[in-house]
């Protein structure tokens, strides 16, 4: 089993920048292939980003492409989603999830995590 904190949230004005981070506890971090998704109020949780184990390959929602980043340190536990050119529509709850893998894959549905943390706040104003 493996928990997730994930903290970096807060209000930004639109085209700033923020970094999320999701500090991970338990079992082996490197053995998990980890997402982030973010919920705004009323809707469904939406994929945003994805990184397998090693950290070899990414893939991001359209809606993100060219703006965010995610990058993981196994050493430290850690995956981050660094945010540029932040938008309105991007506030969120962000979260991070991880999924126990056995090989070099990244996933994309909520369905196929198996662990997540409690989220943090994202709020861009215009």
């Known amino acids: 089993q493996v928990q997730l904190v994930e903290s970096g949230g807060g209000l930004v004005q639109a085209g700033g920048s923020l970094r999320l981070s999701c500090a991970a506890s338990?079992?082996?971090?490197?053995?998990?292939?980890m997402g982030w998704f973010r919920q705004a109020p009323g809707k469904e949780r939406e994929f945003v980003a994805a990184i397998t184990r090693s950290g070899g390959s990414t893939y991001y929602a359209d809606s993100v492409k060219g703006r965010f980043t995610i990058s993981r340190d196994n050493a430290k536990n850690t995956v981050y989603l660094q945010m540029n050119s932040l938008k309105p529509e991007d506030t969120a709850v962000y979260y991070c999830a991880a999924n126990y893998d056995s090989g070099p894959y990244y996933y994309t549905r909520r369905y196929e995590y198996d662990y997540w943390g409690q989220g943090t706040q994202v709020t861009v104003s215009s």
């Open positions: 338990g079992r082996t971090f490197s053995s998990y292939a």
